[in-house]
């Protein structure tokens, strides 16, 4: 029963803050949760959401045996395979999801059907885990709503970050956590440790359920075991209980080593973010209330609804607490300490421009150096909503202590539908169209079909120093077909790449394309160029686009093969001899 109300509830969600995207299921994805153009659907947006989709492509094509295990050999190729693997989960949950909507409808199905999914488990999970703190099934379940309709999930969701989908691990993780905890199960334990394993899926959240876990077992110990300190034989049942979760954990471990690894050689592994980086990622404090937001500041919102409905339950139960306490009420000490871990969430995801200023961010960097690699402080708002659901959970009875249970079935009904109306009015998704083919990747694929070469490979110009989002149009492109491509799109970038690619080829962006520069391409075996004709801000060339289009046209060396729209394909001839007898 609770698995198919919770499926209609999220399906519901899904339809009411997404739209128009379910018009548009299986042909686009969302690209961004605040539309502010014209027409909320438009044909290959660049961002994120290309980005996540490749890597969920990356997957799904592994699977299917097309692409080597723990390789990406699609983007940063410089010329050797072998350089081109990595470690990781594969955003494993959610990539089979994906992989499943895939085989039933597309690569746009696959990708909406993760997120139906994700939405789907995290109410499930977050209501499994509210009713262990709430007397009340109907009312824990209303609480767990709260969970999927927050903004934030939807905010970093809609616009591809991983965090939206791996948010969906935190309930899962808590909730396994207090059993563990509570009942001394040891399978609940290996839960808890493979969600905080595959939580790899998104850093952040790795970060964050790594760091909320030891207080949440000692926030459902105080809840479960109220009034005593473990005895010798509960701190021997719970650690025989967590001895699968502690082989996860080093798991996990070895991985938060591997990522930071993974940066060294990167332009990140220097100095972690600049300030300027992290405070113009700030959001303001009053965005947790104010109902005009904008920008990082409408990540955080809650809501004077919501809040109102928090602080009178919360004063309800402070009143009943002290004037008439009952056996069957919270703790005290467990809502105290949930009310600070929902302020401290909310100081901290204001990182610089927190109540107290830049210098309590310095201070937390320093006790915990990680930070020192957050860009975006509101990150840790993946913790949120579960801690409103809870604290709803265990208050909102408190509202509604003495309905007949008709009634608060209703009450707690009437309390969702005002708050859903409030967070949803902030979501209004864009959708990206997704194009199923590109014919001037396509003629690059038949060119090296024909000549049999069964690794064609690619420089797309522009060319970036790799963090700009437009290169998720080329991951998107050369997916189609299976190219190789130089270019490539990473929120971490090797140092190797802007030395010894972008450095050494950026000037084709204006049009110089020089001898020694085809021939270093061919001979890491890249032997095609790709244009995008409207992709060429000042940043990319200080010429018009027209000039550096027919320096290619003209080149001796450059031949067209094809042109889709603004895309256009060219091949690289060898040296011809009579060239190379002039130039001696």
């Known amino acids: 029963r609770r698995i198919g109300i919770s499926l209609l509830v999220a ?10 995207l379910p018009r548009h299921v299986f042909s686009g994805i969302s690209s961004g949760s605040l539309n502010v153009e014209k027409g909320s659907a438009r044909v290959m947006i660049p961002g994120d959401h290309l980005q996540f989709l490749y890597q969920f492509w990356l997957a799904d094509d592994t699977l299917r045996g097309n692409t080597r295990p723990f390789h990406n050999l699609y983007e940063f190729n410089a010329g050797d395979d072998s350089a081109r693997s990595f ?29 139906v999914v994700t939405i789907w488990l995290t109410l499930l999970f977050t209501w499994l885990l509210v009713r262990r703190y709430s007397h009340d099934e109907w009312l824990g379940g209303a609480a767990a709503v709260i969970a999927i309709s927050l903004p934030y999930p939807w905010i970093v969701m809609l616009d591809g970050s991983p965090t939206g989908l791996a ?55 105080l809840f479960h075991c109220p009034g005593r300190w473990p005895s010798k034989a509960d701190v021997g049942a719970l650690l025989k209980a967590s001895a699968l979760l502690i082989a996860f954990l080093a798991a996990a ?75 069957s009420s919270a703790p005290l000490l467990t809502v105290v300490l949930l009310c600070l871990a929902i302020a401290g969430v909310v100081f901290l995801s204001t990182g610089m421009r927190n109540p107290i200023g830049p210098g309590a961010w310095e201070l937390v960097m320093r006790c915990m150096p990680p930070y020192a690699m957050i860009r975006q402080p509101h990150k840790i708002y993946c913790l949120m909503p579960i801690l409103l659901a809870l604290a709803a959970g265990i208050l909102w009875p408190c509202l509604l202590r003495g309905l007949p249970p008709g009634w608060r079935k209703a009450a707690a009904v009437a309390l969702l539908v005002p708050l859903a109306l409030d967070y949803g009015h902030r979501i209004r998704p864009t959708v990206c169209l997704l194009r199923a083919e590109q014919g001037a990747f396509r003629a690059i694929a038949e060119d090296a079909k024909a000549s049999g070469n069964p690794r064609p490979h690619l420089l797309s110009l522009p060319l970036w120093p790799g963090d700009s989002h437009q290169d ?56 095609y160029v790709i244009l995008h004709e409207d992709n060429f801000p000042e940043k990319g060339s200080p010429f018009p686009i027209g000039y550096t289009l027919q320096k290619l046209l003209n080149h001796p060396r450059l031949v067209l093969l094809g042109r889709d729209a603004t895309v256009w394909a060219f091949k690289i001839r060898e040296r011809s001899e009579p060239a190379a007898e002039k130039e001696k």
């Open 472 to 527: 998720s149009l080329n991951e998107h492109y050369v997916s189609l077909y299976r190219l190789r491509m130089v270019n490539g799109y990473g929120g971490t970038v090797k140092k190797w790449f802007q030395e010894r690619i972008v450095l050494l080829y950026e000037s084709m962006n204006a049009g110089g394309i020089y001898d020694e520069q085809l021939d270093s391409l061919l001979g890491r075996g890249i032997g």
């Open 253 to 327: 471990a070895f991985l938060v080593w591997h990522i930071r690894q993974g940066i060294q050689g990167s332009t990140l592994a220097d100095a972690g973010r600049d300030p300027l980086e992290i405070i113009s990622s700030s959001p303001l404090p009053s965005g947790v209330y104010r109902w005009a937001n904008e920008g990082e500041s409408r990540k955080i919102y809650v809501g004077g609804y919501m809040g109102s409905l928090l602080l009178g339950g919360l004063g309800v139960f402070l009143w009943r607490r002290f004037r008439r306490p009952e056996p």
């Open 87 to 115: 470690r990781g989960t594969y955003y494993i949950p959610f990539s089979l999801f994906y992989a499943a909507g895939a085989a039933i409808g597309g690569r746009a199905f696959g990708y909406n059907f993760s997120q």
């Open 11 to 20: 399906l519901g969600i899904w339809l009411l803050f997404s739209w128009p």
């Open 167 to 221: 948010m969906m691990l935190i309930p899962l993780i808590y909730w396994s956590l207090d059993v563990m905890v509570a009942e001394r199960k040891m399978w609940a334990g290996a839960v808890a440790g493979l969600g905080i394993l595959l939580a790899e899926s998104d850093t952040h959240v790795l970060f964050f359920a790594l760091l909320s876990s030891p207080f949440w077992c000692l926030f459902s110990f």
